[in-house]
């Protein structure tokens, strides 16, 4: 038997509780922005710091308060509950590297997965004050004082689209000739931004986003914020991404972009 799917009440009480973790979590992060605060190394070699794990520590206690019945799998804290229907992909700082140099190109992600498939999504940005939000059955929403409104924009070809990385040390040596063969049919490709690129893809500054070596906690907002913005995201493949998938995903805010670039760095 197919298993109902989520009520208007649930998925708003949820996006309540959504909202509530991502309070928690900025009440944390933006006292230690530009605070010299130190960073540990992980075994993977990225960085760590006590505000990443204070926050994810505060949208847990959230998250278990309102959503008692739902696992959730952090990057610093693993997972609970992992045979739930309902679980929450955490990422406390999406962008430390950003964080502890300074620059204000990270962000908070809380994804709800429903079986593995992305439903709702938060982007914060604590620092800025900018939120995306993004649920089943309506468009992604944008909060903040910088301007811009939520909506990916018309971008027809490659030749006039803007590509985005966050760094091309997440590429292994072939992935990243890849993408280079993708950067050279667009017309500029920058670096740097994590979450909050995605962000700005879903605001029409962006086009399309590359990336590899991405975990659940990683995509898992990010998912449902560019959908809910009109736009694609996908493996390097065009297919959606998964809990087992190869961490390789791909962005694109024009619909029609993405058979184009699947064509280019799918092959």
Known sequence: MTAAAPTPAEIGSWLIAAEAAADAAAAVVRPHFRAGL???????????????????????AVLAARCPGHGIVGEEFGETAPEARFRWALDPIDGTRAFITGRPMFGTLLGLLDRGVPILGVIDQPVTGERWLAAPGRPTTFRGPLGGRAGCRPC?????????????????????????RLAGACRRASFGGDCYAYGLLALGQIDVIAEADLKVWDWAALVPVIEGAGGRMTDWQGSALRLDGDGRALAVGDPVLLDLAVGIIGA
């Open 156 to 180: 027809p070809s490659l030749a006039q689209a803007e590509l985005s990385c966050t760094s091309p040390f997440m590429f292994a040596e072939d992935e990243f000739a890849r993408w280079r």
């Open 38 to 60: 130190a960073a540990d190394l992980k075994h993977d070699q990225s960085p760590v710091t006590e505000a990443d794990r204070a926050a994810e520590q505060a949208m847990r």
